[in-house]
Structures are given as structure tokens and as C-alpha cells.
């Protein structure tokens, strides 16, 4: 006889483990199904707030990327109320852009030749797969191996004075 709720004055009811396990199974994807609910809740205002800061992030970029053309223009009007044709402003500013581009792109280029494989993420994932797999690597690490034949020295357990 079980006793179905935690009155201990209650007298325990006739239910079979079947009974107990689909009331807890209901109980349990109720559970499931409530949080899923409240998940998507929570992820549609995130969603919401993430496209107002998409919008408002376009517009600024656009409305800098405006400015900037602006600012461009009038360095090469400075440039031509300088004495210079209004073509040798232009092209003196176009110039000057092109070398920053040809530099920037140069500190790229040498960064992105830097980069290497993760060579240790890619050993341990072999090494798992091949766990996995059943087989053994020729350069691991056996439970028999000792510590001179993994490190090649000699440890004592006696703290020296």
C-alpha cells in the first residue's frame, strides 16, 4: 500500500506501479512543457530587444558612413580652397585612403599567417574518437606507466630537511 500524499495521517491508497508511473511520467512532461513555455517567452523578448538594437545599430551606421562621406568631401574642398585643382584634391585624398587600406590589409595579412590549428583540440578529439572507437594510441599514457617513465625522474615521498 502506498500512501499518495504527505499527510502521514492519510490512509494509503490502492495504486499500482503502473498508476504511480504514468502519473509520473503526466507529471513530468507537464513540467517540461511549462518550462519549454516559459523559455520561449523569455527568448521572444530577447528576440525583440536584439532586432530594436539591430535597427538602431543600422542607423547609426549608416548615419556615421554619411558623415564620413561628408567629412571626405570637405577635406578635399579644404585641399582645393588651398590652392590645388579640384582633381589633385580629390586624388590626394583617395591616395591617402588607399595607403591605410593597403596598410591595414598588409596587419591582416600577417595576422591571419600567424594563426595556427588548434594542434591540442584536435589530438584530445583523435584521442576520444579512438576511446571511443576501442583503439590505443601508440603515445598515451598507460595506468602502468610510472612516474620516471613519464617524467624520467625520481620523486620521494619523504619530505627532505
Known amino acids: 500500500m502506498i500512501n499518495t500524499t504527505n ?6 491508497t490502492q495504486r499500482s506501479i503502473g498508476e504511480l508511473v504514468a502519473s509520473i511520467k503526466d507529471e513530468v512532461l507537464g513540467v517540461v512543457h511549462h518550462e519549454i513555455d516559459i523559455a520561449k517567452k523569455e527568448i521572444t523578448g530577447i528576440a525583440i530587444k536584439a532586432g530594436v538594437v539591430a535597427a538602431c545599430a543600422a542607423v547609426l551606421l549608416f548615419l556615421l558612413l554619411s558623415a564620413w562621406v561628408m567629412l571626405l568631401f570637405a577635406a578635399a574642398s579644404g585641399l582645393q580652397a588651398a590652392g590645388l585643382p579640384w582633381w589633385a584634391s580629390y586624388l590626394i585624398v583617395a591616395g ?7 596598410i591595414a590589409g598588409l596587419v591582416a595579412f600577417l595576422v591571419v599567417k600567424k594563426i595556427r590549428a588548434p594542434e591540442t583540440t584536435i589530438d584530445t578529439a583523435k584521442g576520444a574518437v579512438d576511446a571511443v572507437q576501442g583503439k590505443r594510441r601508440s603515445n598515451a599514457v598507460s595506468y602502468d606507466d610510472t612516474f620516471d617513465e613519464l617524467y624520467g625522474k625520481q620523486v620521494s615521498a619523504r619530505v627532505s630537511e
Open 7 to 12: 499527510d502521514p495521517t492519510t490512509p494509503p
Open 96 to 102: 591617402v585612403f588607399i595607403v591605410v587600406a593597403a
